[in-house]
Protein backbone atom coordinates (compact mmCIF):
# COMPACT_ATOMS: atom_id res chain seq x y z
CA UNK A 1 0.00 0.00 0.00
CA UNK A 2 0.92 3.27 -0.52
CA UNK A 3 -0.58 5.69 2.42
CA UNK A 4 0.26 8.87 3.81
CA UNK A 5 2.29 7.21 6.75
CA UNK A 6 5.08 6.59 4.65
CA UNK A 7 5.30 2.91 4.94
CA UNK A 8 4.97 0.62 1.57
CA UNK A 9 4.78 -2.91 1.74
CA UNK A 10 5.85 -4.79 -1.66
CA UNK A 11 5.47 -8.10 -1.90
CA UNK A 12 4.57 -8.53 2.11
CA UNK A 13 7.25 -6.87 3.24
CA UNK A 14 7.61 -3.59 4.50
CA UNK A 15 9.99 -1.02 3.46
CA UNK A 16 11.38 1.75 5.68
CA UNK A 17 10.03 4.80 5.75
CA UNK A 18 11.58 6.99 3.11
CA UNK A 19 11.67 10.42 6.04
CA UNK A 20 13.42 8.61 8.92
CA UNK A 21 16.65 9.86 9.87
CA UNK A 22 18.26 6.30 10.35
CA UNK A 23 18.26 6.34 6.83
CA UNK A 24 20.39 9.43 6.54
CA UNK A 25 23.84 9.07 4.90
CA UNK A 26 25.60 11.72 3.89
CA UNK A 27 27.43 10.95 1.10
CA UNK A 28 23.95 10.76 -0.48
CA UNK A 29 21.54 12.57 1.30
CA UNK A 30 17.77 12.38 -0.19
CA UNK A 31 16.24 15.61 -0.74
CA UNK A 32 12.89 14.73 0.30
CA UNK A 33 13.82 13.62 3.75
CA UNK A 34 15.49 16.84 4.19
CA UNK A 35 12.49 18.77 3.59
CA UNK A 36 9.85 16.62 5.80
CA UNK A 37 12.80 17.44 8.05
CA UNK A 38 12.53 21.02 7.84
CA UNK A 39 10.08 23.24 9.71
CA UNK A 40 10.53 26.38 7.80
CA UNK A 41 6.75 26.40 7.02
CA UNK A 42 4.23 25.16 9.84
CA UNK A 43 2.63 22.78 7.59
CA UNK A 44 0.26 19.85 9.24
CA UNK A 45 3.20 16.54 9.55
CA UNK A 46 0.50 14.20 7.70
CA UNK A 47 -0.06 16.18 4.75
CA UNK A 48 3.81 17.28 4.35
CA UNK A 49 4.70 13.45 4.38
CA UNK A 50 1.43 13.09 1.50
CA UNK A 51 2.74 16.16 -0.22
CA UNK A 52 6.50 14.44 -0.67
CA UNK A 53 5.01 10.97 -1.28
CA UNK A 54 4.30 12.53 -4.35
CA UNK A 55 7.01 14.43 -5.08
CA UNK A 56 9.07 11.57 -4.70
CA UNK A 57 6.48 8.81 -6.72
CA UNK A 58 7.40 7.50 -10.17
CA UNK A 59 4.10 9.85 -11.02
CA UNK A 60 5.76 12.70 -10.34
CA UNK A 61 9.23 12.07 -11.69
CA UNK A 62 8.13 10.40 -15.23
CA UNK A 63 4.89 10.91 -15.83
CA UNK A 64 4.16 14.41 -15.28
CA UNK A 65 7.46 15.55 -17.16
CA UNK A 66 6.64 13.16 -20.19
CA UNK A 67 3.02 14.56 -20.62
CA UNK A 68 3.37 18.04 -19.65
CA UNK A 69 3.97 19.07 -23.01
CA UNK A 70 0.71 17.38 -24.38
CA UNK A 71 -1.29 18.55 -21.99
CA UNK A 72 0.06 22.41 -22.44
CA UNK A 73 -0.74 21.76 -26.26
CA UNK A 74 -4.22 20.76 -25.30
CA UNK A 75 -5.00 23.55 -22.97
CA UNK A 76 -3.57 26.06 -25.67
CA UNK A 77 -6.43 24.57 -27.88
CA UNK A 78 -8.85 24.89 -24.98
CA UNK A 79 -8.54 28.32 -25.04
CA UNK A 80 -9.12 29.02 -28.62
CA UNK A 81 -12.46 27.30 -28.22
CA UNK A 82 -13.40 29.04 -25.22
CA UNK A 83 -12.53 32.53 -27.49
CA UNK A 84 -15.12 31.09 -30.36
CA UNK A 85 -17.51 29.90 -27.53
CA UNK A 86 -17.47 31.34 -24.28
CA UNK A 87 -20.58 30.09 -22.54
CA UNK A 88 -21.15 26.69 -24.20
CA UNK A 89 -20.53 24.06 -23.48
CA UNK A 90 -21.04 24.77 -19.88
CA UNK A 91 -20.91 21.06 -18.44
CA UNK A 92 -20.24 21.58 -14.39
CA UNK A 93 -21.93 18.08 -13.18
CA UNK A 94 -20.22 16.18 -15.69
CA UNK A 95 -17.01 18.32 -14.42
CA UNK A 96 -16.88 17.15 -11.12
CA UNK A 97 -17.97 13.71 -12.00
CA UNK A 98 -15.33 13.04 -14.06
CA UNK A 99 -12.70 14.67 -11.51
CA UNK A 100 -14.74 12.26 -8.78
CA UNK A 101 -13.95 9.37 -11.16
CA UNK A 102 -10.57 10.23 -12.12
CA UNK A 103 -9.68 10.24 -8.41
CA UNK A 104 -11.23 7.84 -7.70
CA UNK A 105 -9.83 5.41 -10.12
CA UNK A 106 -5.91 6.90 -10.68
CA UNK A 107 -5.53 9.07 -7.48
CA UNK A 108 -3.43 7.79 -5.19
CA UNK A 109 -4.25 7.90 -0.79
CA UNK A 110 -2.45 10.56 -0.94
CA UNK A 111 -3.42 12.73 -3.52
CA UNK A 112 -6.67 12.30 -2.52
CA UNK A 113 -6.30 12.87 1.44
CA UNK A 114 -4.21 16.55 -0.12
CA UNK A 115 -7.41 17.67 -2.17
CA UNK A 116 -10.04 16.94 0.73
CA UNK A 117 -7.89 18.52 3.58
CA UNK A 118 -8.12 21.32 1.06
CA UNK A 119 -11.50 22.16 0.97
CA UNK A 120 -11.49 22.14 4.73
CA UNK A 121 -8.48 24.27 5.20
CA UNK A 122 -10.05 27.14 2.95
CA UNK A 123 -13.69 26.50 4.93
CA UNK A 124 -11.67 27.44 8.67
CA UNK A 125 -9.50 30.04 6.97
CA UNK A 126 -12.49 32.39 5.97
CA UNK A 127 -14.21 31.29 9.08
CA UNK A 128 -11.32 32.74 11.30
CA UNK A 129 -11.21 35.93 9.47
CA UNK A 130 -15.37 36.42 9.57
CA UNK A 131 -15.39 35.45 13.28
CA UNK A 132 -12.35 38.41 13.81
CA UNK A 133 -13.68 40.92 11.33
CA UNK A 134 -15.89 42.08 14.12
CA UNK A 135 -19.70 43.25 13.24
CA UNK A 136 -20.26 42.41 9.55
CA UNK A 137 -22.57 39.79 7.89
CA UNK A 138 -21.04 37.62 5.35
CA UNK A 139 -22.68 34.67 3.76
CA UNK A 140 -21.24 30.95 4.82
CA UNK A 141 -21.25 27.85 2.73
CA UNK A 142 -18.70 25.43 4.40
CA UNK A 143 -16.98 22.79 2.86
CA UNK A 144 -16.14 19.98 4.58
CA UNK A 145 -16.32 16.80 2.49
CA UNK A 146 -15.21 13.46 3.94
CA UNK A 147 -15.75 11.19 0.74
CA UNK A 148 -14.57 11.04 -2.73
CA UNK A 149 -18.09 10.65 -3.99
CA UNK A 150 -18.94 14.18 -2.40
CA UNK A 151 -16.75 16.03 -5.02
CA UNK A 152 -19.60 15.60 -7.08
CA UNK A 153 -21.89 18.86 -5.25
CA UNK A 154 -20.03 20.77 -7.17
CA UNK A 155 -17.00 20.98 -4.37
CA UNK A 156 -14.48 23.11 -6.78
CA UNK A 157 -16.72 25.38 -7.75
CA UNK A 158 -18.53 26.27 -4.65
CA UNK A 159 -14.63 26.80 -3.33
CA UNK A 160 -14.23 29.74 -5.81
CA UNK A 161 -17.36 30.91 -5.00
CA UNK A 162 -16.98 31.13 -1.05
CA UNK A 163 -13.50 33.11 -1.41
CA UNK A 164 -15.01 35.47 -4.05
CA UNK A 165 -18.19 36.58 -2.46
CA UNK A 166 -16.55 36.68 1.16
CA UNK A 167 -13.84 39.36 0.09
CA UNK A 168 -16.75 41.23 -2.15
CA UNK A 169 -19.03 40.98 1.05
CA UNK A 170 -16.46 41.45 3.63
CA UNK A 171 -15.20 44.63 1.97
CA UNK A 172 -18.59 46.10 0.74
CA UNK A 173 -19.56 46.15 4.58
CA UNK A 174 -15.71 47.47 5.68
CA UNK A 175 -16.68 50.32 3.82
CA UNK A 176 -19.96 50.93 4.45
CA UNK A 177 -18.48 50.93 8.10
CA UNK A 178 -16.16 53.11 7.39
CA UNK A 179 -13.33 50.82 8.49
CA UNK A 180 -10.76 48.74 8.16
CA UNK A 181 -9.68 45.38 10.05
CA UNK A 182 -8.09 45.20 13.22
CA UNK A 183 -6.62 42.94 15.95
CA UNK A 184 -9.38 42.06 18.20
CA UNK A 185 -9.41 41.99 22.08
CA UNK A 186 -8.58 38.52 21.60
CA UNK A 187 -8.04 36.50 18.81
CA UNK A 188 -11.12 33.69 17.97
CA UNK A 189 -9.33 30.87 16.89
CA UNK A 190 -11.71 28.02 18.24
CA UNK A 191 -12.79 27.59 14.16
CA UNK A 192 -9.56 26.09 13.65
CA UNK A 193 -8.83 22.06 14.01
CA UNK A 194 -5.50 20.45 14.91
CA UNK A 195 -7.52 16.94 13.31
CA UNK A 196 -10.15 16.87 10.41
CA UNK A 197 -12.92 14.64 10.24
CA UNK A 198 -11.60 11.25 9.11
CA UNK A 199 -12.02 10.77 5.28
CA UNK A 200 -12.92 7.53 3.27
CA UNK A 201 -10.65 5.01 3.00
CA UNK A 202 -9.28 5.39 -0.66
CA UNK A 203 -9.14 3.43 -3.01
CA UNK A 204 -5.35 1.53 -3.56
CA UNK A 205 -5.55 -0.69 -6.25
CA UNK A 206 -2.98 -0.82 -9.10
CA UNK A 207 -4.27 2.17 -11.23
CA UNK A 208 -4.10 4.08 -8.01
CA UNK A 209 -0.61 5.49 -8.77
CA UNK A 210 -1.00 9.52 -9.76
CA UNK A 211 0.52 12.02 -7.78
CA UNK A 212 -1.37 15.15 -6.82
CA UNK A 213 0.93 17.95 -9.22
CA UNK A 214 0.22 15.26 -11.94
CA UNK A 215 -3.19 14.97 -11.12
CA UNK A 216 -3.87 18.62 -11.63
CA UNK A 217 -1.80 19.03 -14.52
CA UNK A 218 -4.48 16.97 -16.09
CA UNK A 219 -7.85 18.15 -15.15
CA UNK A 220 -6.88 22.47 -14.98
CA UNK A 221 -7.84 21.69 -18.97
CA UNK A 222 -10.73 19.98 -18.90
CA UNK A 223 -11.53 22.53 -16.27
CA UNK A 224 -11.22 25.18 -18.87
CA UNK A 225 -12.96 23.00 -21.47
CA UNK A 226 -16.09 21.94 -19.55
CA UNK A 227 -16.79 25.23 -17.87
CA UNK A 228 -18.20 28.58 -19.32
CA UNK A 229 -14.79 31.12 -19.42
CA UNK A 230 -15.77 33.20 -16.37
CA UNK A 231 -16.24 30.31 -13.99
CA UNK A 232 -12.67 29.39 -15.54
CA UNK A 233 -10.50 32.04 -15.41
CA UNK A 234 -12.47 33.37 -12.27
CA UNK A 235 -10.81 30.19 -10.27
CA UNK A 236 -7.50 30.73 -12.32
CA UNK A 237 -7.71 34.40 -10.35
CA UNK A 238 -8.45 32.85 -7.17
CA UNK A 239 -5.69 31.03 -7.02
CA UNK A 240 -3.53 34.55 -6.64
CA UNK A 241 -5.92 35.77 -3.47
CA UNK A 242 -3.63 33.88 -0.93
CA UNK A 243 -1.91 37.02 -0.36
CA UNK A 244 -4.83 39.00 -0.22
CA UNK A 245 -6.31 36.58 2.25
CA UNK A 246 -2.64 36.60 4.24
CA UNK A 247 -3.15 39.79 4.33
CA UNK A 248 -6.50 40.32 6.23
CA UNK A 249 -4.86 37.55 8.72
CA UNK A 250 -2.30 39.59 9.08
CA UNK A 251 -4.39 42.91 9.70
CA UNK A 252 -6.21 40.80 12.38
CA UNK A 253 -3.10 39.29 14.27
CA UNK A 254 -1.23 42.38 14.46
CA UNK A 255 1.97 40.63 12.71
CA UNK A 256 2.61 40.08 8.94
CA UNK A 257 5.28 37.31 9.92
CA UNK A 258 3.29 34.82 7.42
CA UNK A 259 3.95 36.75 4.59
CA UNK A 260 7.49 35.57 4.28
CA UNK A 261 6.16 32.39 3.61
CA UNK A 262 3.20 33.26 1.12
CA UNK A 263 4.94 33.23 -2.65
CA UNK A 264 1.84 32.92 -4.63
CA UNK A 265 1.58 36.31 -6.17
CA UNK A 266 -0.52 39.67 -5.73
CA UNK A 267 -4.35 38.84 -7.75
CA UNK A 268 -3.61 43.06 -8.65
CA UNK A 269 -1.02 41.32 -11.43
CA UNK A 270 -2.99 38.09 -13.02
CA UNK A 271 -0.70 35.92 -14.43
CA UNK A 272 -1.69 33.40 -17.45
CA UNK A 273 -4.34 30.67 -16.72
CA UNK A 274 -1.68 28.91 -18.72
CA UNK A 275 0.09 28.42 -15.37
CA UNK A 276 -3.23 27.53 -13.63
CA UNK A 277 -1.95 24.09 -12.86
CA UNK A 278 1.52 24.96 -10.89
CA UNK A 279 0.00 28.06 -9.40
CA UNK A 280 -3.14 25.71 -7.88
CA UNK A 281 -0.35 23.60 -6.30
CA UNK A 282 1.46 27.11 -4.23
CA UNK A 283 -2.02 27.55 -3.73
CA UNK A 284 -2.68 24.59 -1.90
CA UNK A 285 0.84 24.87 -0.28
CA UNK A 286 0.04 28.37 1.06
CA UNK A 287 -3.25 27.64 2.65
CA UNK A 288 -1.69 24.67 4.10
CA UNK A 289 0.97 26.69 5.86
CA UNK A 290 -1.28 29.55 6.98
CA UNK A 291 -3.79 27.16 8.72
CA UNK A 292 -0.45 25.23 10.56
CA UNK A 293 0.61 28.89 11.82
CA UNK A 294 -2.85 29.62 13.12
CA UNK A 295 -2.83 26.16 14.94
CA UNK A 296 0.17 27.16 16.13
CA UNK A 297 -0.97 30.35 17.44
CA UNK A 298 -3.97 28.64 18.53
CA UNK A 299 -1.96 26.25 20.91
CA UNK A 300 0.07 29.40 22.43
CA UNK A 301 -2.98 31.33 23.14
CA UNK A 302 -4.45 28.07 24.94
CA UNK A 303 -1.12 27.74 26.90
CA UNK A 304 -1.43 31.09 28.21
CA UNK A 305 1.76 32.72 25.93
CA UNK A 306 2.07 35.90 23.87
CA UNK A 307 1.25 35.21 20.50
CA UNK A 308 5.01 36.44 18.97
CA UNK A 309 5.57 35.53 15.65
CA UNK A 310 9.74 35.33 16.49
CA UNK A 311 9.68 32.67 18.68
CA UNK A 312 6.69 31.11 18.18
CA UNK A 313 7.60 27.29 19.55
CA UNK A 314 8.86 28.94 22.60
CA UNK A 315 7.92 27.36 26.13
CA UNK A 316 7.06 30.46 27.46
Sequence with gaps: MSLSDGIAVERGRARPDPFDPAGFDPKDPDPWMALYLDQSLPID????????????????????????PLVLLFFCVVKVLRALSPRFPNLNGLLHKTIHWGLRVFGTPETNTLILRHFHIGTELLAFMRANAGPVTVSSHPLRPTRLKDIEADLFLQHDLNVFNFIIELNAALREQGRELTPPERVDFSMISDEF????????????????????????????????????????????????????????????????????????????????????????????????????????????????????????
Excluded at 55 to 63: E, N, P, T, V
Excluded at 283 to 295: K, Q, S, T
Design 197 to 316: PAFEAFPKGPLNFVDVQTAVEFYTPLYALMLPRRDFVRAAHSLQLDETVAIYIARILGTDYHLAFIKNGHPMVSLSTLQAGFRLMMHGLDCEALHGWLRLLKARQAAGLPLDPRNPTAAG
Design 45 to 68: DGAKRALLMGARSWSRRWLFPVSR
